[in-house]
């Protein structure tokens, strides 16, 4: 949130009382007239519960496939990454669009205000149309990533709670 400053003058000029103003930067209504927004928001909702990995996974998919969603990607290691698609979740979380499952795997979910804003907005032209088209494969795209990163977050987990022997004991 941005912040603004209000001073008030006294009689003589000089100010007497600062008052600070929260003002939303990002609101609801901006979102939803973002087509790349929500185009992200449609395709988390069509695709279920998903990690961050595998949704950046799905859009350079379906990039590559000829559907151009406004990303920038780039290749870290074996992993894909967009610093813009990163920063357009951050903004649907932000508007309450999204959250992410509690618990261990913490798996984003479109909310009841990201499917009423995707009623009254509707899916951006063309991406309803591509995803009900490959919809099993990028559903298994997602369904193989999602079950890699659960593995990962298993082992990782296995690894702390393990107690560790002292040799020689």
Same mark, same amino acid.
């Given at each position: 949130?941005?912040?603004?400053?209000?001073?008030?003058?006294g009689e003589e000029g000089k100010s007497k009382e600062l008052k600070i103003v929260t003002v939303q930067v990002v609101t609801p209504?901006?979102?939803?007239?973002?087509?790349?927004?929500?185009?992200?928001l449609y395709i988390i909702d069509a695709l279920g519960p998903l990690h961050e990995r595998?949704? +950046? !996974?799905?859009?350079?998919?379906?990039?590559?496939?000829?559907?151009?969603?406004g990303y920038d990607f780039r290749k870290v290691g074996n992993n894909i990454y967009s610093q813009s698609l990163k920063n357009d979740l951050v903004t649907l979380m932000y508007v309450g669009?999204?959250? +992410? !499952?509690?618990?261990?795997?913490r798996k984003l979910k479109t909310t009841s205000q990201g499917k009423t804003a995707l009623e009254k907005g509707g899916a951006p032209q063309g991406v309803a149309d591509f995803i009900k088209a490959h919809f099993e494969e990028l559903?298994?795209?997602?369904?193989?990533?999602?079950?890699?990163i659960d593995k990962e977050i298993r082992d990782r987990a296995r690894l702390v709670s393990r107690p560790?022997?002292?040799p020689g004991f």
């Amino acid at each position: 949130m941005a912040r603004k400053r209000e001073e008030k003058k006294g009689e003589e000029g000089k100010s007497k009382e600062l008052k600070i103003v929260t003002v939303q930067v990002v609101t609801p209504e901006k979102v939803m007239q973002n087509r790349r927004q929500m185009s992200l928001l449609y395709i988390i909702d069509a695709l279920g519960p998903l990690h961050e990995r595998s949704l +950046t !996974e799905v859009a350079y998919v379906i990039q590559d496939k000829g559907l151009d969603l406004g990303y920038d990607f780039r290749k870290v290691g074996n992993n894909i990454y967009s610093q813009s698609l990163k920063n357009d979740l951050v903004t649907l979380m932000y508007v309450g669009f999204l959250e +992410t !499952e509690p618990g261990l795997y913490r798996k984003l979910k479109t909310t009841s205000q990201g499917k009423t804003a995707l009623e009254k907005g509707g899916a951006p032209q063309g991406v309803a149309d591509f995803i009900k088209a490959h919809f099993e494969e990028l559903r298994n795209r997602v369904s193989l990533v999602d079950a890699e990163i659960d593995k990962e977050i298993r082992d990782r987990a296995r690894l702390v709670s393990r107690p560790r022997r002292r040799p020689g004991f």
